[in-house]
Structures are given as structure tokens and as C-alpha cells.
């Protein structure tokens, strides 16, 4: 003996339970939906994931091992310098050549604008602090202070020569006629108007 269902009115009833019985649910035991930072970042597409020429940059590495300043004070030296950013000479030099008023770039050439310095650093990232002179006692220092005079040089280095005497004035005041009178010479009279054109020398 079979019996006759209505499917319509079956299917309403089991869908109105359905729905009842999911809102009748406590609250914790629904599931949360998070979205964390990892999940918002963008994935590489096929192609990033294939071509060997994508650049994936490190972070930027510090010089200083502490994370610390370095250290400048006035009159240090392009190599000093150098030293106590702890990086190469090619790069101060490098630097320097975008700093204004830094135009010599030897290594033992001494940098006296603080301002100058810190331009310098802040070009290679570099944090500096600025610190008094430090008490050095290198021979290289003392050749470049040279406050004692120098001794006479030995008599038999010594070689005569005559003295250089210029003689100044303004145009047309008679220099050229003094040097004649010296020389024994008539240049003058050969100028344009009796004004020298030319400077004359002579031992």
C-alpha cells in the first residue's frame, strides 16, 4: 500500500526547520570569520612565480653594529671619516661630490664645517654625533702641525741669487722709463703712445 506525499509542502516544512533550528544555535558555537594582515597580502601572480628577473629587495642593513651614531668633530679628516662610518673611501668621496662646499676630496684633506660633515653622513644614511677633538699622538698629525721652526737649511745647499723687486704704479707714471734707465734700454719710445703694452722683465 503506497502513500501519497505532497513533496511541496514537505520540502517548505523541512526548510522552516532548517532555518529554525540554525538561528535557535547558542552564539559561541558559530564560527568566527577573521582576516588577519597575512591574509590582505597580495599573491604573486603566475607569472611572478615563473620569471627569474623579479628583484625581492633586502632590508637595509646598517653600518653601525650597535645601531649607534658615529662620531665626527671639526678638522677630521676625509679618511677619519671614512673610519668612523665604517665605510669605504670611494663612498665619502662619492658623497662629497653632491655636498656643496665639500670640493676636495683627498683622503688627508680636513673637513673644518661641521655642517659640512653631517651633509655627508646624512647623504650615506649615516646618524653622527657630534663629539670634542680626540687626543691623538700620531706621527701623521705632528707633520701636519709643524709649530716649531723649521732649522736653516746647510751652508753648502745654499745657492746666490738675485733678488725679485717689482715695480708697481699706475698707466703712463713711468715704470717702463725706471727699468730703461736700469737696463740700459729704450722701450718705451718703441710703444704706442709711449704706453707699454706688454710686461717687462729682466735680470
Known amino acids: 500500500m503506497f502513500r501519497i506525499i505532497n513533496l511541496s509542502r514537505l520540502a517548505n516544512t523541512l526548510h522552516s526547520s532548517r532555518a529554525v533550528t540554525h538561528w535557535n544555535q547558542p552564539t559561541d558555537s558559530l564560527r568566527g570569520f577573521h582576516v588577519n594582515a597575512a591574509r590582505l597580502k597580495r599573491r604573486k601572480t603566475a607569472e611572478e612565480k615563473k620569471s627569474p628577473r623579479i628583484i625581492e629587495y633586502s632590508p637595509k642593513k646598517t653600518q653601525k653594529t650597535d645601531g649607534g651614531a658615529s662620531d665626527i668633530w671639526r678638522h677630521m679628516s676625509v679618511a677619519q671619516l671614512a673610519k668612523e662610518l665604517e665605510r669605504p673611501l670611494d663612498d665619502i668621496q662619492e658623497a662629497m661630490l653632491y655636498v656643496k ?39 701623521d698629525d705632528q707633520k701636519d702641525r709643524d709649530v716649531a721652526p723649521r732649522p736653516p737649511a746647510p751652508a753648502n745647499l745654499l745657492q746666490p741669487r738675485p733678488p725679485v723687486v717689482t715695480v708697481m704704479g699706475h698707466v703712463d707714471h713711468g715704470k717702463t722709463t725706471l727699468l730703461d734707465s736700469l737696463r740700459g734700454a729704450d722701450v718705451a719710445a718703441g710703444e704706442a703712445g709711449g704706453i707699454t703694452q706688454h710686461i717687462g722683465a729682466f735680470t
Open 101 to 139: 662646499g665639500a670640493d676636495n676630496i683627498e683622503p688627508a684633506f680636513k673637513l673644518a664645517d661641521l655642517k659640512i660633515i653631517q651633509e655627508i653622513a646624512k647623504k650615506l644614511g649615516a646618524k653622527t654625533r657630534v663629539v670634542a677633538t680626540p687626543e691623538t699622538s700620531s706621527e
